[in-house]
C-alpha cells in the first residue's frame, strides 16, 4: 500500500478502474487511509492498527485542507509501516517547514509545482543551484532530503532519486486543469507500489520509485492528450480522470 498526503479522490476511482485484484494490498491501505482521515484524530486511529471498520464510501470534501497535526500523523503512521508516500500540496508545505520528517526516507515520492519547489529549496538547501539548470536542481534537493524522490512538475517532469535523472516530456494536454496534480498523486500511489513489488529484476537494477515516477507521468500526461483530443478547451479533470484506462492500455499493455 502506499499512503497519499493530500487529499485524495483521484486515488479511488484509480483503484476501481486499474482493479483491486492488481492493486492488492493497496486497496486495503487506501481505504483504511481514508478512513484515517475521515477520523482524525489519531487516538481514534491508532492502536493496533487503522481501525477500518465504519469505513464509509465518501471522499474528503473536495478543499479540505489536513491540519499539520494530522499530516504529521499520518507520515509518522506510514514510516512505522514502511508504507510508500507520496506527498504533494499542503504536505510539501509541512517538509519545507520540517524537512527532518522525511529526511533518507526512502519511499518517500515529493511532487512540487515551481513555486514548491522553490520553496522547498530555500528551505534546505544552503546555497541555491542555478535555476535554469532543473535537471541539477531537482537532484540536489533529492539529495538534501537524503535522496527521498523528487518529481519537479512543469512544462517537462524532471525527476530524480539523488543519483538518477530522468525527464517526461510526453505529450500532455494544453490545457492545466485544477486536480490534474492529484491525478499524478494517485498514479504514484499505484505505480510506485507495483514497482516495489516487482523486485530489482524488473526494474533491471533502476530505482523502483524512479521508474514509477516516469510511468506516473507519462500516464497523467496522455490522459491529458486524450482528453483534450475530446473535448478540448473544455477539459476538466474528471475527463482526464475517465481516460485513465485506455491511456494506461495505450502506453503499458501494447
Ligand atoms: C545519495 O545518493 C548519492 C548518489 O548516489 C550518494 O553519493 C549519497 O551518499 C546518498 N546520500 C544518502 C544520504 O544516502
Ligand atoms: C539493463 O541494465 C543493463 C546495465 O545497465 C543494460 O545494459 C541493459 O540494456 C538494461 N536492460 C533493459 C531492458 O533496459
Request: contains cysteine.
Amino acid at each position: 500500500g502506499s499512503c497519499h498526503l493530500s487529499w485524495i479522490y483521484p486515488l479511488v476511482p484509480l483503484l476501481f478502474l486499474l482493479g483491486p485484484e492488481d492493486t492488492g494490498v493497496y486497496a486495503v491501505e487506501a481505504l483504511d487511509i481514508c478512513t484515517c482521515l475521515l477520523r482524525w484524530p489519531p487516538q481514534t486511529t491508532t492502536g493496533g492498527g487503522w481501525d477500518s471498520r465504519h469505513w464509509s464510501p465518501r471522499s474528503p470534501r473536495p478543499g479540505r485542507r489536513l491540519t499539520a497535526e494530522c499530516q504529521q500523523g499520518i507520515l509518522e503512521a506510514s514510516k512505522a509501516r514502511d508504507v510508500p508516500i507520496i506527498i504533494d500540496a499542503d504536505g510539501l508545505w509541512l517538509i519545507a517547514q520540517h524537512p527532518a520528517l522525511i529526511h533518507g526516507y526512502r519511499k518517500a515520492v515529493l511532487t512540487p509545482n515551481h513555486g514548491e519547489f522553490t520553496r522547498l529549496s530555500d528551505a534546505v538547501l544552503r546555497d541555491l543551484v542555478d535555476g535554469s539548470d532543473h535537471r541539477e536542481a531537482v537532484r540536489r534537493l533529492s539529495q538534501a532530503l537524503g535522496n527521498v524522490t523528487v518529481v519537479r512538475k512543469g512544462e517537462r517532469d524532471v525527476m530524480s532519486d539523488g543519483e538518477h535523472v530522468l525527464e517526461c516530456a510526453h505529450e500532455g494536454s494544453s490545457r492545466r486543469c485544477g486536480g490534474q496534480g492529484d491525478l499524478l498523486s494517485g498514479a504514484l500511489g499505484v505505480l510506485v507500489h507495483w514497482a516495489l513489488h516487482a523486485g530489482p529484476e524488473k526494474t533491471n537494477g533502476s530505482s523502483p520509485l524512479l521508474l514509477a515516477a516516469l510511468g506516473a507521468c507519462s500516464l497523467t500526461r496522455q490522459c491529458g492528450h486524450q482528453a483534450f483530443q475530446k473535448h478540448g478547451r473544455s477539459t476538466t479533470t474528471t475527463d482526464m480522470i475517465a481516460e485513465v484506462g485506455p491511456a494506461f492500455r495505450r502506453l503499458f499493455e501494447t
